[in-house]
T-cell receptor, first 109, second 120 residues
Framework: GEDVEQSLFLSVREGDSSVINCTYT??????LYWYKQEPGAGLQLLTY?????DMKQDQRLTVLLNKKDKHLSLRIADTQTGDSAIYFC?????????FGAGTTVTVRA | GAGVSQTPSNKVTEKGKYVELRCDPISGHTALYWYRQSLGQGPEFLIY????????DSGLPNDRFFAVRPEGSVSTLKIQRTERGDSAVYLC??????????????????FGPGTRLTVL
């Protein structure tokens, strides 16, 4: 099993905000990452956050980090049908990435 | 520019057979990684190359799995005596070196589309 845990499914109405949560275990991870996986496509890096930050905003994406609780979240504002995908959070205490099982986000009209 | 490519995209084999999976990293990327993604799971680390050498093969599940990168570019993951439990998507990723020549702490790994291996 993974050391990184995520809820498995999220259904959201188009135009609403999506929030995906993740807990990780390795406090030495300098960076934490969010990847997106669409059917038939490789993993794509969406965004990342440096461990000394609490929040990072990148267009529609907002990452929140609570180091004390080892909790990471990704908020997608104004969710669109193209946001339907599997989202993985990953910790990286060294060169390799340790992924959660992924959250499948389904956007409904 | 070209991304990471993997061939074949799909491989169906019979239990006990030998398979080779190929990865072409992004040109200039000295670091190369193999991950395995089972159905409904996130990718799991298998092996990491820095240049030609395997710097960390701690994720290889057993000695049936082996990977090479003889010229520091293309890598081949080799699986002997395949078992049904080896069925998964095998992902390759590459990253650029940091200033020390090894992946920097911020390590954006660029993933290929994967090879789906099915062992019957």
């Amino acid at each position: 099993g993974e050391d990184v845990e995520q809820s498995l499914f999220l259904s959201v109405r188009e135009g609403d905000s999506s929030v995906i949560n993740c807990t990780y275990t390795d406090s030495s991870s300098t960076y934490l990452y969010w990847y997106k996986q669409e059917p038939g496509a490789g993993l794509q890096l969406l965004t990342y956050i440096f461990s000394n930050m609490d929040m990072k905003q990148d267009q529609r994406l907002t990452v929140l980090l609570n180091k004390k609780d080892k909790h990471l979240s990704l908020r997608i504002a104004d969710t669109q049908t193209g946001d339907s995908a599997i989202y993985f959070c990953a910790e990286s205490p060294d060169y390799k990435l340790s992924f959660g099982a992924g959250t499948t986000v389904t956007v409904r009209a | 520019g070209a991304g990471v490519s993997q061939t074949p995209s799909n491989k169906v084999t019979e239990k006990g057979k030998y398979v080779e999976l190929r990865c072409d990293p992004i040109s200039g990327h000295t670091a190369l990684y193999w991950y395995r993604q089972s159905l409904g799971q996130g990718p799991e680390f298998l092996i990491y190359f820095q240049g030609t050498g395997a710097a960390d093969d701690s994720g290889l599940p057993n000695d049936r799995f082996f990977a090479v990168r003889p010229e520091g570019s293309v890598s081949t993951l080799k699986i002997q005596r395949t078992e049904r439990g080896d069925s998964a998507v095998y992902l390759c990723a590459s990253s650029a070196p940091g200033t020390s020549g090894a992946p920097s702490s911020y390590n954006e790994q660029f993933f290929g589309p994967g090879t789906r291996l099915t062992v019957l």
